[in-house]
């Protein structure tokens, strides 16, 4: 017997749908006009073999002479073509218009937080060449190492894990991490306060969700990092701008008259996108501000492991003496983005009851994928890959500063570039940067304006220009294109 094929099982299910809502046609009718209507809509594409007639006879419980019926219509018509022992086939027919999309019978629009969403996802990269920020060097990755392991461990694969999970992460990938956390970044955790999102997003989301009200206020570092400016608009918070000074988010600058926040979001080892790295005393100071106000510090850690000329600084959680900081990490910049990996360190007493939320709010997964994470961390594999990428990164930072040369010799100012993957290059109006974004759109190349990062009005015009992703020789192509271009907007 000839096997049937799924596509056939899914069209007599859609047929049975169409000519279950036409009980005032014959059958011919129905059957005739649903095939019509999908064969000239492009809905059944050219060449697509239909079901045999007795096949389709069965599947929708009517004669078979019905069939044939409908089948001798479209025959006549040329909209299907008989092959001699092979069946029936729609035919090869001109690209006809598509039909017109229905109109909404009501305007509508969307919730508030819904628009302000909308209008922050228009930050989005369409597509990461230089100079994409945040877009790590996926050609530094070790594609073949990486895919052994995926290998071997999806083989390996526990029944247990293929069901509901409510660990907060594979136990084997939190000590893994909880031990190169401790020995790298001076965090202090267990296990058990490690919770395993896909990625810091869903992190930012868990906060938001377990510890905020809608209307509650939030300290955000201005300019910031619009995925968590995103995040928090959506839950309805109240986000407050908090100037950032050469020392990072400066209390003291905080507008007057505002509530006490019960969120401050940070990033303070590499602030994101100015690049400068919070000292210790305005660590403490902020340490000592939170505790005052009964705030949680959310410290965002995306990008630590790449520091050039400068020695690390400890963690801010690792600092916290009251356990009011929530510590959040990703391995989209260190491995790859679509890993889709991200973690929290909670204080203690939040520990299970985001494992529970988290369980119930987005289930678990990919426990594969964490036990193959969890051997290359615990192996060095990780710490030997981040070595690497931190030469190749200094590298290309290196170059793209060679390409600039002609226009910082002749003033362009670069942020230091000690750490992270990324530098600042200053400008001197917003008109300026708006020119350069333009010029650079017709030359395809990505352009991050700074004045993009406010949420307020912007203080600073500059460009953010990611040099991680990219080869030596597309920095080199985009830098000289820059410096040109800049040089050309700065002699009129």
């Known amino acids: ?8 099982e899914w069209l ?11 009980g005032t046609t014959t059958l011919v009718h129905q059957l005739y006009s649903a095939l019509r209507r999908w064969i000239q809509h492009g809905e059944l594409a050219t060449g697509s073999h239909l079901p045999s007639s007795r096949h389709l006879a ?35 027919l001109p690209n006809l218009p598509a039909p017109p999309k229905p109109l909404l019978e009501a305007a509508f629009s969307y919730s508030a937080r819904g628009q302000a969403l909308i209008d922050r996802c228009g930050t989005l990269s369409q597509h990461y060449q230089a100079f994409a920020p945040g877009v790590p060097g996926l050609d530094l990755f070790p594609h073949a190492q990486w895919q052994r392991l995926l290998r071997r461990h999806y083989r390996q694969t526990d029944t247990a ?16 991490l909880g031990d190169y956390l401790t020995l790298s970044r001076a965090v202090r955790c267990r296990p058990e306060q490690i919770v395993i999102t896909q990625g810091a997003q869903q992190a930012f989301e868990l906060v938001a969700q377990l510890l905020t009200d809608s209307g ?5 570092e201005e300019p910031g990092y619009g995925g968590a400016q995103t995040c928090f608009l959506a839950a309805g918070l109240n986000i407050i701008p908090v100037p950032v000074d050469e020392d990072g988010l400066n209390p003291v600058c905080c507008p007057a008259n505002t509530p006490s926040p019960r969120l401050i979001y940070v990033t303070p080892s590499h602030q994101y996108p100015s690049g400068v790295t919070m000292p210790v005393p305005r660590r403490l100071a902020l340490l000592e501000y939170a505790a005052r106000h009964g705030a949680w510090v959310i410290e965002d850690d995306y990008d630590s492991e790449f520091r050039y000329d400068t020695p690390p600084t400890p963690s801010l959680q690792g600092l916290s003496e009251q356990a009011s900081v929530i510590y959040i990490g990703t391995f989209s910049k260190v491995l790859y983005p679509g890993l889709r990996l991200g973690y929290i360190v909670l204080p203690e007493a939040l520990a299970d009851t985001f494992r529970l939320a988290h369980a119930r709010l ?31 990164y200094r590298q290309r930072q290196a170059c793209l500063r060679r390409a600039l040369a002609p226009a910082t010799e002749a003033g362009l100012k670069l942020s230091s570039g000690h750490a992270g993957m990324h530098l600042v290059a200053e ?43 990219p080869t030596e020789d597309e920095l080199l192509r985009a830098g000289r294109w820059l410096s040109h271009a800049w040089l050309n907007l700065t002699s009129l």
């Open 427 to 469: 400008l001197d109006t917003l008109n300026q940067e708006a020119r350069l974004v333009e010029l650079a759109q017709q030359a395809h190349i990505t352009l991050s304006p700074l004045s993009r990062y406010y949420l307020g009005q912007p203080q600073r015009a500059g460009l953010v220009l990611g040099y991680a992703g």
């Open 58 to 92: 069965h599947g929708l419980g009517i004669s078979r002479n019905t069939v044939l019926a409908a089948m001798d219509r479209l025959l006549a018509e040329g909209l299907i073509i008989s092959r001699r022992g092979a069946g029936m086939y729609v035919a090869n």
């Open 216 to 220: 509650d206020s939030v300290w955000m």
């Open 12 to 22: 007599i299910d859609a047929l049975v749908l169409q000519m279950g809502t036409q």
């Open 161 to 176: 894990w293929l069901s509901y999970q409510t660990h907060g992460g594979l136990p084997a990938l939190k000590e893994a």
């Open 362 to 392: 987005h289930r678990e997964g990919n426990y594969p994928i964490q036990s193959a994470l969890a051997e290359f961390i615990a192996k060095g594999d990780f710490s030997r890959h981040i070595a690497r990428m931190r030469i190749g």
């Open 1 to 8: 017997m000839k096997q049937r094929t799924p596509s056939s």
